[in-house]
Each structure stands twice: as structure tokens, then as C-alpha cells.
């Protein structure tokens, strides 16, 4: 799974390390995230799409649409 962890991080100009701690995660586990030699688990991944404001879809790349959706009350 080709993830767009490192484009979403460097956009905001952050570390490795800071994106570990921001998730709970080892920097290790994190960087093997980035480099597709793990695949995050759903609770990982929704952790950054929520910090980033955009849809799990869109780390998966499933789409190019950045928006994330309406939350369902």
C-alpha cells in the first residue's frame, strides 16, 4: 500500500519523530509506514487523517480528493 504519509508530513513540515509521537508509534514503525514495509494499522491511519483534515481514502490513495467526509451525527 503506497501511502501518502510523506507527502501529507512534509507538507506541513514535520519529522519522522514528530509524526511517531503525534500517533503513539515508534519513530522505527513510523518510518517503516512511509517507506511501504508495513502497512499502520485503521486506528493509526485515522489518527493522521484527522490531523491532517483529510479522508482515510485519500492517505490510501483511493482518491485525489483531500476533503475528508461529513461526520454523521
Known amino acids: 500500500m503506497n501511502l501518502r504519509l510523506r507527502e501529507l508530513r512534509e507538507d506541513r ?5 514528530e509524526c511517531s509521537k503525534l500517533a ?5 514503525s513510523y518510518i517503516r509506514y512511509e517507506n511501504n514495509e508495513r502497512v499502520p494499522p485503521l486506528d493509526t491511519i485515522l ?3 484527522k490531523y ?6 485519500y492517505i490510501a490513495r483511493l ?3 483531500k476533503k475528508p467526509y461529513p461526520r454523521i451525527k
Open 13 to 17: 513540515d514535520m519529522t519522522q519523530k
Open 24 to 28: 503513539f508509534i515508534s519513530k522505527n
Open 47 to 49: 489518527v493522521f487523517a
Open 52 to 57: 491532517y483534515n483529510v479522508s482515510i481514502d
Open 63 to 65: 482518491t485525489d480528493i
